[in-house]
Nanobody, 123 residues
Framework: QVQLVESGGGLVQAGGSLRLSCVAS????????MGWFRQAPGKEREFVAA????????HYADSVKGRFTISRDNAKNTVYLRMNGLKPEDTAVYYC????????????????WGQGTQVTVSS
């Protein structure tokens, strides 16, 4: 079955950096759009970034543009989220997701989800 496993979360001070990874199995990774979402306590899950099949097309939420970078390595079935300049408001559980159609920014666009990794940014 399809599995998406995130890693790389943790506790970091404001201004710091983290790199999240998501390893996929059970699907033809290179044919899936990959996305990152996040959910802060008491809030709905929100879109963070997405990347097309070859990595040539990327979309970002306005709140992370210029600070976060999404990338993928199809040979390793892995998508990454490099997060620089972290702020306390970036604190959330980060989820990776896979979509076999268009690049989307809503949860409904994605078909498979990981379990999430916690990112906590202290002020």
């Amino acid at each position: 079955q399809v599995q998406l496993v995130e890693s790389g979360g943790g506790l970091v001070q404001a201004g710091g950096s983290l790199r999240l990874s998501c390893v996929a199995s059970g699907l033809t990774f290179s044919r899936y759009v990959m996305g990152w979402f996040r959910q802060a306590p008491g809030k709905e899950r929100e879109f963070v970034a997405a990347i097309g099949w070859t990595g040539g097309i990327k979309h970002y939420a306005d709140s992370v543009k210029g600070r976060f970078t999404i990338s993928r390595d199809n040979a390793k079935n892995t998508v990454y989220l490099r997060m620089n300049g972290l702020k306390p408001e970036d604190t959330a559980v980060y989820y990776c997701a896979a979509a076999f159609s268009r690049i989307g920014t809503t949860e409904e666009d994605y078909h498979y989800w990981g379990q999430g990794t916690q990112v906590t940014v202290s002020s």
